[in-house]
């Protein structure tokens, strides 16, 4: 008999962290598809997966993940953090609405056009995001260590 134990947070944060890169990857793909049913029916998928795995990660990063460990060495950053946490709620916020939307239509194709460039704004503001929260934490890494120069 075999038994697991939880993984460590930062292992946790870690996949969920690759999991949220592929399923971006893939609603980016998925918008380089013509938008049918079968694409409607994709996009729900990855949507759906996507607003399950968000309230985790952002719930890794905020309690005790990276971000209380940034909070911890450089306090004055606090405003920097509060911001990407309003970028959580915004970001996770207007996926739903896009997903609910979505779902709720009948007919596909009368929202297809509309639905196609917020999803896509969507994505780049995530990865934005993304790329301002490594920024953070590769600076909270250069302050630690004295990584200046």
């Not at 946790?12 to 971006?24: G, N, V």
């Not at 207007?94 to 896509?120: T, W, Y």
């Amino acid at each position: 008999m075999t038994f697991s134990r939880p993984a460590p947070p930062r292992d946790a944060y870690a996949r969920y962290s690759m999991l949220e890169y592929l399923l971006i990857g893939d609603l980016h793909d998925l918008l380089e598809e013509p938008l049918d049913a079968e694409t409607r029916r994709w996009l729900l998928a990855v949507l759906d997966e996507l607003l399950n795995l968000l309230p985790n990660e952002f719930k890794y990063e905020d309690q005790g993940g990276y971000f209380a460990d940034v909070c911890e060495q450089n306090p004055n950053w606090s405003n920097i953090i509060d911001h990407l946490h309003r970028q959580h709620e915004g970001l996770y916020s207007s996926l739903l609405e896009l997903r609910n939307r979505i779902s709720k239509e009948q007919c596909f194709d009368f929202i297809a056009n509309e639905v196609k460039p917020k999803l896509s704004h969507w994505v780049a503001a995530a990865q934005r995001h993304r790329d301002r929260e490594q920024r953070l934490l590769v600076s909270a890494f250069d302050t630690t260590f004295g990584g200046e120069g």
